[in-house]
Structure formats: structure tokens, C-alpha cells
């Protein structure tokens, strides 16, 4: 895990691609990134945001590869059983 990010609004802007305000606004807690953009500052920072701020950094793995489409949902897996 890369915690070499300093969370800074600048230091987000940098490491995940998003506007200093959001950035800001995230930090603050005014705002909750979506789960995608909480997995990515996550992965960059160490710092857990709603909505995975509860999550173990397993549920987050498992959260990610859902995400890329790597793990077969559950409606996917019962239709190839069938």
C-alpha cells in the first residue's frame, strides 16, 4: 500500500485524478466518494472514506474485483451452473 500521499486536497488531486474543491470537500466529510473512488484513494493513501470505511482491506479486494468485473456476481454464477 502506497502511503507516500500526503492527504492533502492537493495530494488527492495528484494521486487519484480529482479537483482540488472535491478533494477538499472529501476530506472534510462534506462529501462521500463514490465506492470506486474510495477503493482508489484507499489504494493510494491508506485512508479509508465512506463507503468502505468499515470495510476489513479483504471486503475491499473482493469489493475492487467486483468492480473490474473479475468475480462473477452471484446472478452470473447461477445462470453458468445452469
Known amino acids: 500500500m502506497a502511503n507516500s500521499v500526503i492527504l492533502t486536497p492537493t495530494g488527492l488531486k495528484k494521486a487519484v485524478g480529482i479537483s482540488v474543491p472535491y478533494a477538499s470537500q472529501i476530506i472534510r466529510g462534506e462529501r ?3 465506492q470506486a473512488l474510495a477503493i482508489r484513494i484507499f489504494r493510494a493513501t491508506g485512508v479509508k472514506f465512506p463507503p468502505i470505511a468499515e470495510a476489513s482491506d479483504a471486503e475491499i479486494d473482493v469489493l475492487e474485483r467486483y468492480a473490474e468485473g473479475t468475480v462473477p456476481s ?6 453458468q451452473a445452469a
Request: glycine share 0%.
Open 32 to 34: 462521500h466518494p463514490a
Open 74 to 79: 452471484p446472478r452470473r454464477r447461477s445462470a
